[in-house]
């Protein structure tokens, strides 16, 4: 069973530092593809990053980057230099790229806090 | 852009009721979902649509069910809304190709007393 694990509830982080957010994943699944959402206090869900399976790279976007290590099925979130905006719930989320109907699983999210 | 919208916001029903929620996307999705957010437990599936017609159930699916007669438009409905069902509902849509990232709609917050 496919299963996403994020086990910081809640981080507080200094403005202008940079944070790591974990996750880390669990399938059988040789074809997959890894997202992180941010979920600001108004609700809605926003999509950040994408790191496909057979990617070679880390997936980056702006201040955003995905920490991908196939080998330890982890998938960890790097903001760079943080900002009070960025302090939301995060969602690290998962897909089985073959799948047309493309269910995604998520985990059960951190909350981040930035101090200014 | 991608514009996934839901019917309302906040929303209070009495146990019992029959509720419906909608959600409309306006970018021609093959793919619209419901889930629901409980905090600790993130988000959880309960059921998705890949068609006009087609329904699939996800994770938890007792108590609900969908309607998609339209491409736009997916329905949720709680036959018998239950305290349990208070949350928070949250559709997306996705097209099915690329890299799938879905796009949500801003949730509704239901509360059943």
């Known amino acids: 069973a496919q299963k996403i694990t994020q086990t910081q509830p809640g981080m507080f982080v200094q403005e202008k530092e940079a944070v790591t957010l974990d996750c880390t994943y669990d399938?059988?699944?040789?074809?997959?593809?890894l997202f992180w959402y941010k979920q600001p206090s108004s609700g809605e869900m926003i999509f950040l990053i994408y790191?496909?399976?057979?990617?070679?790279q880390n997936a980056t976007e702006g201040r955003y980057s995905l920490n991908f290590q196939k080998a330890r099925k982890s998938a960890n979130l790097v903001i760079s230099a943080s900002q009070l905006g960025d302090s939301a719930m995060y969602f690290c989320?998962?897909?089985?790229?073959?799948?047309?109907?493309?269910?995604?699983?998520f985990g059960s999210g951190t909350r981040l806090s930035i101090r200014p | 852009d991608v514009k996934v919208t839901q019917s309302s916001r906040y929303l209070v029903k009495r146990t019992g009721e029959k509720v419906f929620l909608e959600c409309v996307q306006d970018?021609?999705?093959?793919?619209m979902f419901w889930y629901r957010q409980d905090p600790g437990l993130g988000l959880r599936l309960i059921y998705f649509?890949?068609?006009?017609?087609?329904?699939e159930k996800g994770d938890i699916p007792e108590g609900y069910s969908v309607s998609r007669e339209k491409k736009e438009r997916f329905s949720l409905i709680l036959e018998s809304a239950s305290t349990n069902q208070t949350s928070m509902y949250l559709c997306?849509?996705?097209?099915?190709?690329?890299?799938?990232?879905?796009?949500f709609g801003p949730g509704t917050r239901l509360t059943v007393t």
């Open positions: 970018m021609d999705h093959e793919n």
């Open positions: 649509s890949y068609d006009v017609k087609m329904k």
């Open positions: 997306a849509s996705n097209t099915g190709q690329g890299t799938y990232e879905q796009y």
């Open positions: 790191q496909g399976s057979y990617d070679e």
């Open positions: 399938t059988s699944d040789q074809s997959y593809g």
């Open positions: 989320a998962m897909s089985p790229v073959y799948s047309s109907a493309s269910k995604i699983i």
